[in-house]
């Protein structure tokens, strides 16, 4: 039997691979093209010992799938990081971190973590706090929409759900900026549901496993991949096995330099028997960076300094900034001609995701007190003494000016 189902799994790989090409003949195309492919399945089951071939073919992917389980798994028993968020099931604890970790690092995101949980030990408190606090605490991490969507789903969690924070995966994705991949992930994390976790690691490991060669920015890669995570869980164990599917992209079978030599998936996974790991996932970049110019102009008048809330539906939504003039250089603006200037920064740069800033700053000392008023009013901005501004919930590129060129 063992080798009917080995000569199977080799007859279906090989009619694959002709009939596709070489770049297409990967295990994954192989477990998937009796499904996909009527006229090819109609062939076998022309006679009963095809139909003997295609039961064999299922259960040898089956085997497959809970062996890359299962290695997986004692991967991650004898490599997983300790985390403090790891061990603990409460899915209030399990939400921050992985709203803090989207688009950080561990090694970044820890200490927000851990500053969170310790000035708002349950969602309670974060519901209680004001935006402005709850920003200056995430100051540093960028992406501020995630702070304030944290500070909205803490709200909402107390009101419609009795400050009890939803482990189940459909109502989880009711809340605000909890998508697929957060919601798969407190829900199997806490209570062990089903559904597989798809972030970057995942997509990674899965590409290269099993050479999917799909866009993984195309809603087909996103199915296909969805259908193969969900596929490869294990029964009764999915809150292990997606932690672990996750730690070994973040570990192993990282983006540059997979630890390849060393690996308990050498012998079966496709992108190293082909050199394809520099090219999976396929991730075909289509935005264009922006590039902006801004002067921010810094009004002081003796200790007292003028900013702004920005109020515009944008990034730093409720953070502080100064009065800011973009894409024109304010010394060749007239009124820039008169202004006395006390300092110029040099130029930071600072990127975003879909932008380039380069961003200067000019201190401007007023001497008159009504002159400031003036300006005050004119340009919409708020006073504060110097020593106020510390508090405030900053975007990183101020706060990086200020404790480097202000105080
Ligand atoms: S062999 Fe290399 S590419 Fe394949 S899973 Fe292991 S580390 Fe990743």
Do not use: A, S, T
């Given at each position: 039997m063992a080798i009917l189902k080995l000569n199977w799994y080799l007859v279906v790989k090989r009619s694959s691979c002709s009939f596709l090409g070489e770049q297409e003949c990967s295990p994954y195309k192989s477990i998937r093209w009796l499904s996909i492919s009527p006229s090819y399945s109609r062939l076998i089951f022309t006679n009963f010992f095809s139909i003997t071939l295609l039961f064999c073919s299922f259960e040898q992917n089956l085997l497959n799938m809970s062996i890359f389980a299962d290695k997986l798994i004692l991967w991650y028993r004898a490599n997983q990081r300790t985390l403090?968020?790891?061990?603990?099931?409460?899915p209030y604890f399990i939400w921050l971190s992985e709203i803090i970790l989207q688009q950080t690092r561990v090694v970044q995101g820890l200490p927000y973590y851990l500053r969170f949980v310790e000035q708002f030990p349950t969602v309670q408190d974060l519901a209680k706090a004001e935006e402005s606090e709850v920003l200056r605490l995430w100051q540093?991490?960028?992406?501020?929409s995630r702070a304030r969507n944290l500070h909205t789903t803490a709200k909402m969690v107390c009101e419609k759900h009795k400050g009890i924070f939803p482990t189940q995966y459909s109502e989880l994705?009711?809340?605000?900026?909890?998508?697929t991949y957060t919601a798969a992930a407190i829900a199997s994390f806490s209570t062990g549901e089903r559904v597989a976790v798809l972030d970057g690691n995942v997509f990674r490991v899965l590409a290269r496993n099993f050479g999917i060669f799909e866009d993984i920015g195309s809603g087909k890669a996103k199915k296909i991949f969805t259908q193969t995570a969900q596929e490869l869980l294990p029964e009764g164990n999915s809150a292990e096995y997606n932690q672990a599917v996750m730690e070994f992209g973040a570990l192993?079978?990282?983006?540059?330099?997979?630890d390849c030599p060393n690996c308990i998936f050498q012998v079966s996974c496709y992108a190293f028997a082909h050199k394809k790991q520099q090219e999976l996932p396929v991730k075909i970049k289509k935005t264009k960076i922006r590039i902006r110019q801004f002067d921010y102009l810094v009004w002081e008048h003796e200790d007292k300094v003028l900013m702004k809330i920005r109020k515009?539906?944008?990034?730093?939504?409720g953070l502080y900034d100064f009065d800011l003039v973009e894409n024109m250089d304010f010394f060749e603006t007239d009124f820039g001609k008169k202004m006395e200037i006390k300092s110029v920064s040099p130029i930071f740069a600072h990127i975003l995701t879909h932008q380039k800033l380069n961003v200067r700053f000019v201190r401007l000392e007023i001497k008159e007190k009504a002159v400031f008023e003036q300006i005050k009013a004119e340009k919409g901005l708020q006073v504060f003494q110097r020593t106020e501004i510390e508090a405030l919930p900053k975007p990183i590129l101020i706060a990086n000016y200020l404790a480097n060129h202000f105080f």
């Open positions: 403090p968020w790891r061990d603990n099931p409460n540093g991490l960028g992406y501020y994705l009711k809340l605000k900026g909890i998508g192993h079978c990282k983006p540059v330099n997979p515009e539906k944008d990034i730093w939504q």
